[in-house]
């Protein structure tokens, strides 16, 4: 067995973890709570945050079970995801929204964990490669975000560089993931791309802030012959538009500014957009670096993030995190990208 494997079975045998509570058995119980007759078939689809089964059912076809991570959000804040999905959805804007019972309920209690049915939605990873996909994409946006408009979140976050940046920051320098010999070195150079990327943010403290997805990447979303499908708010919170804007852009400069303007072309038939807010894409993208390393080192004790992500805690990914943190330092000072 690998030293990986080792470390791996050493962390599981050490540190139980909720969802070891999280058996077949379990699961099948407490979606025939819901008054529905599981055919017995069950099949886990990939989610590291929460835990998300495809359900067989009797005569009828199989729902989508998400089970929420245990004292991750209050009821109050599930609901509220829900609710802008069932918004959304009431809007004919094509998401995929929590299916609720005869008594209007959408989250579900059963013994740990709060638990949300779906229904199945089939669909492949947009692409994007084409003027009319980032056209289409681009509408779809604008149709959720101008919903996202009418009203705010109150029990969701803001999204901010306490809540994506230091905080998470810090818990992955408490935690034992960071070779000691690299931590001063990691802190530095995090710390300094944090208050960049919060200096740019504070300018546009003022900028109006809308209910957003939060986490809008292409596996977010399901594309069919109908168009494409949203699906997972579960990071869903109060922002700027741009931020489910920009996770969509790859490639180098030239390539992004590109797709960004035909996505805003297809975006603005359905709402305003600030021009302004394009400056804090590389602000943003340095938060979510941050946040991913944070959000993988607090998770470490649930044994299916060693299996997902063994290269985590060795030297040279963090020996590449402190590169990555000091180019993306340099990045902010880039101009922002034209598409006026």
């Not at 946006?141 to 560089?161: C, K, N, V, Y």
């Not at 600030?274 to 670096?289: F, W």
Request: with cysteine.
């Amino acid at each position: 067995m690998s030293n990986v494997d080792d470390r791996i079975d050493e962390s599981q045998e050490r540190v139980p973890h909720a969802y070891d509570a999280l058996t077949p058995d379990a699961i099948l119980t407490a979606v025939e709570g819901c008054g529905l007759l599981c055919d017995g078939r069950l099949l886990a689809l990939n989610s590291y945050e929460n835990r998300v089964y495809r359900v067989g059912i009797e005569d009828a076809e199989p729902v989508i079970a998400k089970f929420y991570r245990p004292g991750r959000w209050t009821d109050a804040a599930i609901e509220e995801e829900h609710e802008f999905a069932l918004e959304l959805a009431a809007h004919e804007i094509p998401v995929v929204a929590p299916i609720a019972d005869d008594d209007g309920r959408t989250v579900h209690t059963d013994g740990t964990f709060k638990f949300a049915l779906f229904p199945l939605r089939p669909g492949r990873w947009p692409e994007l490669e084409s003027y009319a996909d980032r056209l289409s994409l681009g509408r779809f946006m604008g149709r959720i975000h101008s919903i996202g408009a009418l009203r705010p979140f109150f029990e969701r976050f803001t999204l901010d560089a306490q809540s994506h940046g230091y905080g998470p920051f810090a818990a992955l320098l408490q935690s034992r993931c960071v070779p000691a010999e690299l931590k001063h070195n990691l802190e530095m150079a995090g710390m300094a791309l944090l208050c960049a990327a919060d200096e740019r943010l504070q300018a546009h403290a003022q900028t109006r802030r809308i209910r957003v997805h939060g986490d809008f990447h292409l596996g977010n979303v399901l594309w069919s012959e109908l168009g494409p499908s949203i699906v997972d708010l579960d990071d869903c919170c109060m922002s700027w538009p741009v931020q489910d804007l920009w996770m969509l852009l790859d490639g180098e400069r030239d390539a992004m500014q590109g797709q960004l303007i035909d996505v805003l072309e297809g975006y603005l038939e359905f709402s305003d957009f600030d021009y302004s807010t394009v400056g804090l894409i590389e602000a943003l993208r340095a938060l979510r670096m941050v946040r991913f390393n944070g959000w993988v080192a607090e998770r470490w004790g649930d044994p299916a993030f060693p299996i997902a992500f063994p290269w985590f805690d060795t030297p040279q990914h963090w020996e590449r995190q402190i590169v990555a943190f000091r180019e993306q330092l340099e990045r902010l000072d880039d101009p922002p990208l034209d598409v006026m």
